[in-house]
């Protein structure tokens, strides 16, 4: 079911989006922030996403995936890279990011190369928003400049997931709230669920749409019956957990196909439907779905902004040797 590629939003080579946000420390990030002191860091970053993206599609959704729950729990400060330790589960571990957060190696990887020519220069919060930025670029040719300057935290608690990140079940009034308590707008929640045009979902996040929605209908009315049939063939009503392609049009090209697909009610989880089925977000998939080179655009700019979330800087955290412990 792949669609032309004659309909692809065009790369975008040169998009710079050299914003800084101040943090709450009155501190601020910068665009080339390592070019004295490890100006080789971002080309680490980027090869390693490459070499990663080139062997696995998969792993670009993975990346961009770790930095929104990365920066939604504690802000972008890699906490979601910590192992848990005894006595204490770590955000790792949650049900939600454990066993389906993909791209860890890939960061661990980055970062060995960076220590190994910039010992204790680099964060890990740093290195996942640059990774996330490559991944956009290699899936949909989507690049900006990543202000930097993060500093990586010390505490990582699996309870405080579920607490920050929204459910693909919500509604969206509820994920309206969610963004909102981050400081993002309703525009920018609607922009970023396009990164829901790469990567999977497993179908335990959706089979309720397919076999009990709700006492009276087993089915979600919402959801258009051709593209619910064919999940069920992928998705069987007991049994194993195997995953399915949240666009299955372009599933591995980060596009506004995603939002095509809303507008015919193929929207995988509940909370990707809802955008198009509210007054309040309908128009913004019709335009996301109308004009893809300003969303792409748009993109870049929420993920600027949401890498900018409740910061840790200056002298605040540390920079860890090992991007899965504390030092």
Known sequence: MKSSSSTMISPIFFLLLCFAYASASGAYLRAGYYQKTCPEAETIVRKAVKKAVASNPGIAAGLIRMHFHD????????????????????????PVNNPSLRGFEVIDEAKAQIEAVCPGTVSCADIIAFAARDSAYKAGGIYYAVPAGRRDGRVS??????????????????????????????DEMVTLS??????????????????????????DPSLDPSYAAFLKTKCPRAGADPTVALDIETPTRLDNKYYKGLKYNRGLLTSDQTLM???????????????????AKKFAKAMVHMGSLDLLTGSQGEVRRHCSVVN
């Open 194 to 219: 396009g990164a829901h045009s790469i990567g999977v979902s497993h179908c335990s996040s959706f089979s309720k749409r397919l076999y009990s929605f709700n006492a009276t209908l087993p089915q």
């Open 277 to 295: 089925n509210t007054p309040l977000t309908t128009g913004m998939v019709v335009n996301n779905a109308r004009h893809g080179a300003l969303w």
């Open 71 to 94: 920066c939604f729990v504690r802000g972008c400060d890699a906490s979601v890279l910590l192992k848990s330790t005894p006595g204490n589960k770590a955000e790792r571990d949650s």
């Open 157 to 186: 608690i699996e309870e405080e997931v579920t607490k920050n990140l929204p459910s693909p079940t919500l509604d969206a009034s509820e994920l309206v709230k969610k963004f909102a308590r981050k400081g993002m707008s309703v």
